[in-house]
Structure formats: structure tokens, C-alpha cells
């Protein structure tokens, strides 16, 4: 039932309302506006008791798979545990309260923070600078094409007008390539998953502004000639960027600075564990070599005689400017701080040793089972693709089945249909924080579901058959758009 | 070293199953060359009570100032319940909704709160969430530029009673989609945009009008007018507003004779904390007819095989993961959480609770004016109506007068100086809900006694 | 699953362990401890990660019905909504970080907020006295009864060793009763639910010590005749005592004091709101008249001029003494303080106008269809009793199974057998928080399952089906007793 | 006024529907005499905002002075997930699982608990909580003496090293069921029990013997002797224990020969936060042939209709809702919340982390008294071996000295002349794990400043 299906004229809760004593006077004042500017319309908002609200969204919450309660092995998302010490220490008053705007003696505590945040990220991508203010993985890549595109201008070198990007790309980098007035041209990938070297070669010139790579790539595989790819791209005179998603494959073992990477994203609710909230917030710190450091995205904490302050366009004249109001999602970057602590020097080496461990056990179990790996011949990263392109040609069950029944199995499904490169697709990224018990039952869930596919597998077409809902119908919700819930329209 | 369950058995039974000795085999297919063996300069892990003792001297030494600054920042009070079930793990640890069955809390969550912005605005649709206000405004002026079947130009007029970061910002993200934004002046008697100020715009192709209301000095502009200027001139009209206004003041949808196209804006002061900046979220909503346009995600509602109502992401054909290099947005991520947070709290304060923060806020900031402009040498700089944000000017420098604030624990307000040399020595000043009279009158009296120095 | 099955050997939360830099010393000073005082035995504690922890903690919550998530309409418990803000103000760092044996000068925040709930407290129940240190309602009738005995022992009056109890009451109150050393009389009730006036007549003498009363009774009716009451018992020289469980019926209308009460305990966890967490923790609080002022136990806050302060056995020699290890329960006591506040004195009176108003609505709308009230001919308190004899006669489905179906129309059910001296007895108390739309739907689902007990009762008899787990095997639970996981014996 | 949903339609229906006019009617039966017209001495209601900041500032009054003192509450770092999943909603605003099936989560948990604590003293059962330690002894007292087949007497022993408000609360819940607490004197040298004090109870009808370990001054009391003194007399042995020492400590049920009989304490210190003294809960654990005689409830595993497992509240005879006059104990809501997340916190810890805890909070003490006993006019009180708390003697009285420390923000520890005048000036001091080797310095450094004066 809808919140507004449980309004009732009139009700209140009351405890959050104004008290009448503070709107003596607040009646008047708002009068004397000129009244052609005040709202006569009704405010359509639900009216409910305060018991009614906590109790409708504590239940919508309980109708929700999540980390903290399921298995969430959805590949390129890095679903780790996010630990909850990061949301309450983030969360302190002295944070909670402070005002963006609030002058350097009341924002060392907080500054402080972020200057070892940049600090650390610097160390562990060998980049040379680091702006924290990009507000997820997609602005991160706005921000980062941005300043491959002001450095260009800078040079007056305006003929490199496209950027290349592998055919497994996520769907954000030709997105972003586009925002920032680029063509974009797609590298193919080889059977091995490598990114075909004769077709970059051939794709270079001085059209080209630069390349934008995943290493790990989002085939879930090791971009094992990054450096001569490198190499091709510098020689072109084009840049190296570097798409931060798969961080989480080899923190602490493979820098992207040293792969030879201009300019790099990160997403920190990624790789450093802040939540994902049902979508979001996340944040997309950049990462730039030497020479596009002029060019970083402001605000940037500065480390000064007399403590800490912002350092704004009057000090960066030549950054690609401001991409949100403040500086990014402060909040996240407190806990992707707090995160980084807790990992410590070791730690982080750990995340990449045991996200690798368990892709590739969890690969070689499903082949067991007889589950086709992508590339067979590959080591896993932190990720690895399952093709049920066989099951779905023989047994009339796509990947899209299997992952619903999974849910009926009590684990949120792996990333389906991504890359769309290869056919019937599984990615499946199961992270460093889960044991090895969860990783068999998912082998297990994933034995059952192939027996059923085989013996009942209208089971598995039909599924999911034990959630609030049973499978949704896309199509109807895209011809008949209801995307706003009216009083006169029956649902 | 935390978060990783391996036991010494479970690692040689994982070993042993993948057919290697050590997991550093796992890692042969990279180029020894760019392999590193530590990492220096990172500090040793500590446990959580290491960072907890940390964590709260860093958060304790920021203080607690009584602050009066809004600028796009609003202080409010947010009832206890919203962060408590928004911190719950469901919410607070499930990612983008994309297998609709096992997310149903998320999906019908967002439906509830895009129908409650849409309702706000009195405009149609609305979206899932954006980052935040200011590339909210970055999206709106691409979607309008995108909208406007009449229009070939991509000349959008940005009065500069705009947010001069959301315009800085939009500029940043636009720039290169050779989009033009022409900065409109204002009267610097009302503080407004007035009509004399858009002669210079009167013929030309313009793809749109941004308008702030209440701008960024918290002055009321004549939004019909200008709405209708613009629509006379087929030029889509983007509205920028603080959502929490909007349960007092006419809404974007009902400007003029036709209603603003697109409304945007930051939805901070809806439940969301200070919390030094972010994670805030930007909404965004329009007109049925711009709908496809709509950058990022937006949920439906549908039926399930055996007819129940359920919510689904829909129109994704729009967005990146489909369209790819032709999406509407490059956006993936967006603000979930915060928007979770914010849906509870206007359904907790609904629509009276709404109009009485409003009123109480514009009350506080109405009365901390006019109790400073008793000062000597303060006045309010403009003669138009304000809500809940007003400028004052000075007869001396603003930025000295905040820093002897400062001292005595006081955050007096944002110093227009650096965005409005225009406006001489001008202090936009806020007093929300949050504010007692007692705090009105503590301001006052340290003012007093800073200006008889 | 239980935690210990999770349990993996060597499997440990690192970031909470005591880091290593901590251990330097630690091993070397517990190996001087003497050798025969250390433990050689295994710790029999699970040995899992955060993440598992986090996990099957928060799926067991998801099993419980709460009044977060169900209407909970436990008659005599009082399960109105809990404000959350009660629950993060009680929590603020200066009160959770307080040791109890802080000086003055650390308590005055914490000490003022507990002098004025004790002043409130009187105000409402109009008594002269308040201590706040009983730990529930059980401990706040045994302090009560404790009192009326160090009273008649004060004035030498040794031969009063019985104390009165209605057959109605809680079975508490007996309980109290033998642990202060008395014998216990029953006095029936009438008919109309009031005490028997002709039997308690016939009780009172010199052997009385005093009376447990519950005004209005568990039966859910005002104890109409308690002024004569008052007057029998005081004449008999014998003092009394009143339970508080239900004075959310009362609040602000009438005050046990006026009805000539000598001792009473409040439920702070009922009628104050404060969190019934799965059994507790709860409040006892005690008011008394003014000849038992003396007897209250310690400590107690006292108002001085230079602050607040502890008055303790040096203060009040007389008390009954300490009934816990500090001041009761701290923090329940600021909960009720803080929803006291947000009540206040018009809101007080609103809770018992509008939980009278449910209740008698509720049995109006049951009686509507078909069900029998307990006491027809009288109001309903803030709860009332349905006895469901016919229905177990006629169609052998008695009040238990009524109770099991509720569940699966996802509503908690009434209390059930409770007080036994009503036959197939559902106890029930909606509270004032619960909404007109919310009391509706409980009448429709008791008419839905009196028609299924009519047309199709193993449906009924069978229920719950909609539950984690069916009906469970109490009788089996008692005769096998399984009270502790051991890992040789398989569940 | 607050919390309350009904609006002036709602009420109309409902007051017709009942036949009445007006809810006063419905309040008929009450004798007019005692109906009051409203309550003068309650303030007004005030909304969350205002209590909000009324509850600030009463909170940050009392300080965050750095704490030595244990004496029963001890500071332990608590990790953030316990009390983020013990303040769900399902969890916090559940009651007493009287209807097992919509209940399996608090079942389940007290039923893992129950199996924590039993594992933790070594002993067979456990209830699901009493009050706190204090009233816990208490009822293991009453339930010793209920069990004990062979005694007729109702004395029970109770050195006086016992923590002395357990003693007083034991005594006042205990005295009116003619149960006689037997003081036993300790050695002021050695700050236990030693063979020479049990002397005077050799001979005669014992119920029970009480032995806390560690006891309340810290030190380690020859358990064993006293286990096998009491049982060579028939008498049970009633074990005070800080839970939290377990996982380093020889438990109860491994005392002696035969074990304890009975072990209760508090479980403050494991994961239940100082706030002001409570709540906190009180454990109790037995043998399984004293189970009948437990108080409070107790969870059991059984099977549903369908066989599969579940949790039901068991043994409910005992309890007073059944046996009413006969009950074991007349307690009813017990410290559910309290105990959720100490169950919580005891999985997070697990045995290798409540070793740790254990020990460093007994390197901390050590290294405390050690630096202390370093100052002139400072000096260790007993020759015993101590855990985690211990005793120190000062030339001055010990009142003059705390308040001295307090007003540099340091709480130095219990004050021992009050209830042991025999003593000296002997001060109680504790340091977790919480203090760094800073905060003992710092301690030490002022102590003493303040000696020297
Ligand atoms: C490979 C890859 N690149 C980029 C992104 C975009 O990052 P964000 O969602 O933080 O905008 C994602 C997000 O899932 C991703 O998987
Ligand atoms: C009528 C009555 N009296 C006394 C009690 C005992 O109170 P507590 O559970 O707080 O010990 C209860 C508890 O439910 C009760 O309903």
C-alpha cells in the first residue's frame, strides 16, 4: 500500500510540526508576501501519523535484499560489507553539523580528513594529485575526459576530437566521452579479452584526444599489455584514462600510475566500501599525473603553515572548474577515510589478494558444475563472467532465469546482460568480505538451479516465486508510464 | 587486517580447488614490472576503537557555532525516526535496484518520493534523484536544450540572482556541449531581475531562461513574468528552487500562464543534515511531454505476472547503460540513500508541517533582519520581498566583521563580496526554524558591540 | 541458522580485536596471574566475521512482529508507538559516557532530568512521593508492598501478615506478596467485573496489611466502588496498594492518590512509552502517600541549593534500602522524561481520552459482529476482554487459535488467557497511537476469521501458516528441555 | 499534542459508532469526585525540536571527564554495529515473545544467549536476564536456598569482599523471607577470603556460600578452596562474576571439585554502554539439576507441526503469570533490549576477542597501579594477585584527592572508606581498554601535582 493510500485529511504528526508558540507572529510575517507569489494550491504530501510513517518504511526497508542481510555478488558494483562504524563516526554531530560554508578555524577536524584521504588515495594509484570533489564514478570520468580535454585546448592541439573506447566499456565512459564534446570509437576486444592491439593501432592519430580503459576490464580479466597499449596511445600523443571500478582486483598490488595512466577515477563506494544506499551516494575521486594537474576540478584541500584551507579556482586558474555545490559528498568521503584506516597498509593489499581468491574459486567450482566460463583460459580478477549461452540454447533458460531463481535461493542475483559483448552473460564479483561457506552455498544454489533448469525448468522461467512480488512486467511500465501515483487513478 | 573471514584452512582448501600453491599465482598474468610490494606511505591498519577515539577528536575540534549562514545550506531540524530507519541495513546497504523483485522497498520508496517532488513542484514527473543543486541545474539546462523543438539555438539566459556556484558548476559541466549560458544582470535596488534588464534579449534564439526563486539573496522575483517572457519566446523555462519553500510559495509548475517546463534544485533542506556539505541530492521534475528527456533514473509502476502492483525501473532506454554514447546523463550512482531519508521526512512532516517550517523560518530570518538593521550602519540592502534569506549591507568590509563573529562563536552569514563587488560590503544572512530569539538577540548584541569598536 | 552453526574455527572480527599494539604486555601480565586461576577451557563463543554477524543478526530481527512493523494490541502491556526520539536523545554521548558514580559536578544534566520526572510523576498520580530507582513494574510492587510492611513493623503492628489480592490481578502481585514475607487472600470479583464488596468486608481485620488493587482492573473496568474500598481497608488499619500497569486508561483524568492510594508503582514502559525491547528493559517507578515517605527506597534525587544530589541510607534511614546495583534504569527513565515532555500536560490528558475512545470503539465494532464482551453492560477502559467460550463450544476453535490466525492477517494478537478468570479470554488494548483506519482493519480481520472458523476452522486451528515456523510443540519444549546449543546434539 | 492520529472526522464516526456524544461520556463510570480538570504542575508539551535542544544541553553539562572508575561499570569499547541492530525497530519495540510464531527473532537470540552465557561460566542453563547484578544475586540467593535439598537453615554466607550494594540489595530483597546473610570478614593483608575467616562457620546448617571472583577490590580469591569448603558442608556456592573476565578467568563451573552451583553478575561489560548506571541486565546460569528453580524466563528449542526447528518461552510453571504465589521470582519485563545487544557484542568478540579485552584491561590496571604506586604516599593496599581492578593506599584521605582529580577532568576511582572504613584510605581504580598509556600518564602526572601540594 502506498504512503498516500494511508493519508488521512487532517492527520498530523504532530510532534515534528512548529509548535504554536513559534508561530505566533510566523502567520503574519508570511502574509505580508506579495500574495501572487504564494502557493493556494494544495501540497499533495501524505498525511500521516509519525507511527504510520516509521512503520510503513520499516517495512518497505524488510522487502529489500541488501549486504546486510543477503549474498550480493553483482559484478562491477563491489558489494563489500560496509563496516557500521564507518556510518556512525561519520555521522558524529561535529561533522553532522558543520556548515560547508563554516571558516577554516571551524574546519580543521574535517579538512584534516580529507587531506589524508587525498594523501592516501595519491599513494595507492601513484597518481600525482587527487581532487575528492567528483560525486560518483560517472562525474569522476566527466571530470577526468574534462581535463584530458583542457590540457589539449591548453597545448592548442583542438584536432584530437575522439576518444577511444573499448567495446566493454561501461555504458558511463561513451556517455561521459559525448558530455565533453568528443566522437567516440569503439576498440574491439579479442577472444582472450584482450583489447585487439591491431585495431587500436590502426584506430590512433592525431584525431585522438585519448583512450579510456578498465584494467581489470569489465570482462573481469587482467589487461595484460596495458603497457604497450600505453605506449600506442602516448605515441599518438593521445592520454591514458583509467575507469577506477575494478580497483578492488589489485589495490595495493598494481598502481594505475605505474600502468602508465594520465588521469584516473575511483569510486569510493566501490573499492573503500561506503554504502550504496539504494543507488547512491557514492563519490568519484580523480587521479592526474604530473601534467594534468593544473587542470583538477575545485575545491582541493591544501595543506598551509597555519593548517588547512581550500585551495579555488584564484589558486588553480587553469581547473576544469566546479562540478557540484560544495565538495563532493563529504559524508562518504569521511567513511571512505575511516575505511582506509581500518584496511591500514596491509589491509589494503589483503582486499586484492582475497577478492581474487574467491573469483577464482567461485569460477572454477561452476565450471565443476559445468557452467562455461567466459574466458576459460583467463585468470579471474576480482570478477568473472559465467556465459549461459549453451543453457539458453538447449534448455530454453537464459541468464536472466537463472538470476531470479537465485533470489528465490535467498542471494541477490549477479550483474546480468553486462557487458553486453558477451552473449547470456554473468558477472559475478562475490568481494573479499564473504567466507568461503557463502561462496559454496552459492555453488550450491547454483547446482540446484541447473538440476531444475534440466528437470522442471518452468521453475526457473517462472521464478522468482518467493518474494513479495512475483516477476515484474518491464514493458507495460515503459508503454503505460505511471510514474506518479494520482488519487484518481486506480492502480 | 579487517573485513576478510579467511581462515589459514579455508585458503588451502580454496588454493587447492583452483589448483595453485599461493594466491600471488593469481596474479601471474600481470607484468611483474608493474607489481609493487607495499605500500609505504599508507599508515598500519587500527581497529575500531583506535579510529572511534580518532575520529571524535577530529569531529569534537570543528566546534558547534550558532550559525546564520544559508546559501544553498539550510539548517533544520530532522526528526529522529528519519536517519534511524534510513540507516537501516536494507536501505542503507542495497545498491540500484536492478532485480525489481528483490528490491521492492527501494523502487516503491523512490515512486513515493517522485510523486511527492512532482507534487511540490506541481509539475508532472520526476526523477529518481541527481548529485546535487548545482549539477541538478547543469542537467536541467541540457535537458531543456534537448526539449526545445522550436528552438536551434543552445543560448541559455542565467539571471546572476542565480546561485553563482550552481552557475560556476553548470558552466564547468556544459562547456563543452558549446551550450551558451549569457548571464542576465539584476537590479541592484530589488535585488531582482527586472524587465528593464531583459531588453538586451528581447529578439534572438534562446533555447531557455534558468530563474531562481527565491534567488540566491533570497529575493522574491516576479517568476510569472519572466516565465511568460520566456515561454512568448518559445524558450523553456528551468526553475531553481529550495523544495521546502514550496509548501508556501507558488510553485514552478503554476508561473505564469503555463507553468515553468523543468524545476530543480537541492533537496538538502528537506531532512537532509548540514553534514559539512554532502551527501545532499539534486531533484529534478517537468512536464509530462519532456519526460524521455529525463536524465538518470526514474521508476514505473507495473503488475506482476499474477497482477500485483509492483515498481520497476523504467525509460532506461534513456540512460547510459542502454543508450550509451546517446544517453540523456553519463549518471549511474545517484543519491539514493539521501533521497530515502528525505521521502520519510516529508511524509512525516507532510503538508502543514512543510508551510509551518517554511513560515517559521522566514519568520526568524524577517526579525533577525530587521533587529540588525537596528544597529547603526546596518541596513537591508534591498527593497523587494524576501523569504527566509535577506541580504544586509555594511558600512565596512564584511569579511572582518564575520571573522570577530567567529571569535565569539558565531557564523554571521555568507559575504557577498567576492560573487557581488557590485553590491559593496552585502551579507546574505539566514535564521531558520532552528533559531531561537534568544539566538536572534545574541547575534544582535555581539554585532553591536563588534561595530561600536 | 543458529550463530554457533556459522561458527568457523580460527574465523575472527579483526577490527575489533585489541590491536597487536595493544597485546605488547597484555600476554606477559596474564601469565603472571596465578596459573590455577586461569582458564584452560575452550570459550564455546562463535567465531565469525562482522559481516556474518551483522547479517544473521539482522535477519533474525526480520522475524519478529514489533509495533515498528504490526499493530500490537497486547492487552495490559500498553504497545503504543516508542518516539524515536526518546530512544537518540536518551543515547547522547554525555548521558551514555556517564559512569554512575560520577560526582555531582559530572551528573547535573543526568540528575535534573531525573528530579523532574520524580516531580512529574507526583503530579500525575498526585502522590507526595517518588523514587525512581525500581527496575519494572514487579520490582516497583515488590518496594510498594516492602514499604507497607516496614510500615506496620515501624508502629510495631506485627499481626498483619496478609495482604489482599483480587482474583483478577496480575499474577505479580501475589508473587510480590510471598516475597515480602505475606500470605495471600484472593477476593473475588462480581459479575459486573468489581471487586466483591460483601467478601472484602468479611477479609479485612487486624491480619490485614493491605490491598493490591488495579484500578481500572485487568478486566478492563474502572473500579467504580474504590472509595469504599479505601475506606473498608483503611478502617481494617491495612494500607493500599495500587498497580500502575494501567493507568494509560487514567492519565490526567483521575490520580491514584485522590483515590486514597498509600503506595503505587507506574510502568514506565507502558504508560511513558519507553521501549518494551523484546521483554525489557522497563521502569518501576514508586509513588507514596505521605506517611510512607520514609520507607522509599534509595537513592532518590534531592534538590539543594548549591544542585541536585543523591539522598541515600545516611538520608532516609528508614528506607526499604537499594533494590540495584545504581539508580534503576537510566536510561528508560530519560526516555519517559523526554516523552513525558513532549506530552505534557494537555497531552496527558489526550492519551487517556483517545486509548478510552479505541477501546470502546474496538469493542463496540466486535461486538457488532457477533463476538461476546466479557462486560457488556460496562465501559471499556483503555482495553476490554471478548471471551470466545461460545465460539470454542460451538465451533471448537478457541481463543488460542484466534489468537495464531491474527498473526497471518499480520496484526500481533491480544493477550490470550489473561486473566484467567475469563474463559477463552483475548485481552485487548489498541493504545492511543493506533489510527481509526488501523482499528478497522482489525475488526475486518476478526470477521474474516469468525467466518473461517464457521466455514472452514482447520484453516484457523492450523494457523499460523504464514510464519517463519507453523505451530510450535510447547508441550515438547518443557518435557525435552533444550536450553543451550551443544554441537554433539543434532536439532 | 502529540501522537495521537485521530482527526475531528475520525472521532465523530468512532463516538457514533460507540452511541455517545462526547468522550467525556465514555469516562461515566468514574465517581466525579476524583476526576480532575487538568494537571497544573506539567509543563506544556514542546515538540522533538525543543526537546532536542533541551536534551543537548542537559547531556553536554555533565562533561566527558576521562574514567578509573569500575567498582561494577566498566567502560568498554563497544562496536557500532551492536547498538545499530539492537535500535531496529523489530528488536526495540517488541514485547515478552508471548506468541512464539511472530517472535522466532527475540527467541532465537535469547536462545543463542542462553548458550553464550552457560559457555562463558561453564555451567549448564541460563535464563534469559534478570534486573541487573545486584537483584541478581539476590535471586540466586533465594533460588540457592529453594535448591538446597540437604539444608533446612536459610543462612547463607557472604564475605564481605562481595561488591557491598550487591550485599545491601540482597539484603533488602531477600530480608522478608527470613533468609539470614552471613558477613564473612576478609584479610586486610591479602584482600580476600582467607581459610581463617571461614574458622566461625565450620560447624552448622549453611544454605549457601557467596564467593565473588574477582572480588570487589580486584583480587583473585582462592576459589577453589571456598568451592570445595562450601560443598563438604552441603551447602550450594552462589558465583559473582564480571562475565567479561570469563574468557581469561577459570569459570564458575570449573571452581573446586564440582564447580559453583549457581553463577550470576551483571553483563554491563559486555557491550552495554556506562550510561548512567543502566540498564544494564543481570545474568544467572546453574546446573541443569537446578533448572526448576531458575527465575525469569527461559527459551527452549523445539519443533513446529511441520518439524522444523524453532524457539518457544519454556519452563513458564515457575513463572508468575503461572504459578502467581508460587512463583520463583515475581519479576515479569526483564533487560530484552539489554541483552540483544550483548549477544550481539559477544559474537562480534568472539572467544580470542574477549580474551584480548580481558587482557588489556588487566595490563592497563597493572600498569596504572604500578605508575601510581611510583608516587610518593602511594602504595599498592593487598599482596594478592588482581584482575583488571586493585586497591591503592594513600597518606591523605581519598575524598579531598578524587576532587582534586575531578576538577582536572579525571575520575580517579571508588572511594573505599565509606564502606570499608577498615581499610584506610584506599581508593578503587580501573583501567580498560579504553585508556592509552597517554591517559595513565596523564593520570599519574597529576596525581601527583596534587600529592606534592
Ligand atoms: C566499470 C564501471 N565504470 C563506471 C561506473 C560508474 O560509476 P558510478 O556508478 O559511481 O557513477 C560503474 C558503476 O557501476 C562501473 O561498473
Ligand atoms: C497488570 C500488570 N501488573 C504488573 C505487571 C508487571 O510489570 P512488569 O512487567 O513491568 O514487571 C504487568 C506486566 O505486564 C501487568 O500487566
Redesign the interface.
Known sequence: MLIFEQSTEGRKATAQMPADSQMVDAEKRVSELPAALLRKSKVPLPEISELEAVRHYTRLSQKNFSIDTQFYPLGSCTMKYNPRACNSLAMLPGFLGRHPYAPPEFSQGFMQTLFELQEMLKAVTGMRGVSLTPMAGSQGEFAGVAMIRAYHSARKDHARTEILVPDAAHGTNPATAVMCGYTVREIPTDGEGDVDLAALKAAVGPQTAGIMLTNPSTLGVFERRIQEIAAIVHKAGGLLYYDGANLNAILGRVRPGDMGFDVIHMNLHKTFSTPHGGGGPGSGAVGVSERLLPYLPVPIVDKAADGFRWLTEKDRPQSIGRLSGFAGNAGILLRAYIYMRMLGRRGMRRVADFATLNANYLMVELRKLGYEAAFPRRRASHEFIVTLKKQAKTLGVNAMAFAKRLLDKGMHAPTTYFPLLVPECLLIEPTETESKQTLDGFVGAMREILQEAETAPEIVLGAPHTLPVRKLDDVRAAKQLDLTWRADVPN | ???????????K???A???VDS?DR??????P????A????????????????????????????L?F?G???Y?R?I???V???A????????????????????L?????Y???M???T?L???N??L?????ALAEAVLMAVRGNRHSKSKRVLVPTTV?P??R??A???VK???IELVEVPFSTASGTVAPENLKAYESGDIAAVVLQ?PNFFGS?ED??MLTDWAHQRQALVVAVCDPSS??????PG?WGAAGADIACG?GQPLGV?????????GYICCKQDL?RQMPG??????????G?????L??Q?R?????????T????????????AS??Y????????????A??S??NT??LAERLARIKGVSVAFDS?Y?QECVLRFEQPVAGI??EL?QRNI?GG?DLSEHYPQLGNALLVCAT??K?DEDIELYAQTLAEILKK
Not at chain 2, 87 to 106: D, H, I, L, N, V
Not at chain 2, 346 to 357: A, D, H, K, S
Open positions: 587486517m579487517p573485513f576478510i573471514p579467511h581462515t589459514d584452512a579455508d585458503v582448501a580454496m588454493l580447488a583452483i589448483g594466491i593469481l596474479f601471474d598474468e600481470i607484468p614490472a608493474l607489481t609493487i607495499d605500500l609505504p606511505e599508507i599508515p598500519e591498519g587500527i581497529g575500531e576503537l583506535e579510529i572511534t577515539r580518532l575520529m571524535h577528536r577530529r569531529a569534537s575540534r570543528d566546534g558547534t557555532p550559525c549562514i546559501a544553498g545550506a539548517e531540524h526528526p529522529a525516526a536517519w534511524q530507519i540507516g537501516r541495513g536494507e536501505f542503507y546497504s542495497a545498491y540500484t535496484p536492478y532485480q525489481p523483485e528483490a528490491s521492492q522497498g527501494t516503491q520508496l523512490i515512486y513515493e517522485q510523486t511527492m512532482a507534487g511540490l506541481a508532472d514527473v520526476s529518481a534523484s548529485y546535487d543543486g548545482a549539477s546561485n556556484v550552481y560556476a558548476t558552466h564547468s559541466i563543452n556541449q558549446n526563486q522574491l517568476a510569472a514550496l509548501a508556501l510559495l507558488k510553485p503554476e537541492d543534515p548540514l553534514s559539512s556539505g554532502g551527501p545532499y541530492y519526460v533514473r526514474i521508476v514505473g509502476r507495473t503488475v506482476d505476472i499474477e500485483r502492483s509492483g515498481f520497476v523504467t525509460l532506454a540512460e547510459q547503460h542502454i543508450r550509451r554514447s546517446k544517453a546523463s553519463n549518471i549511474c550512482t545517484n543519491q539514493g540513500l539521501v533521497v530515502t521521502t520519510i516529508m511524509g512525516l512532516l507532510g503538508p502543514e508541517g512543510l508551510r509551518r517550517v513560515a517559521v522566514h519568520r524577517r526579525r520581498a523569504f564575520l571573522q567567529a557564523l555568507f526554524e532552528t531561537t
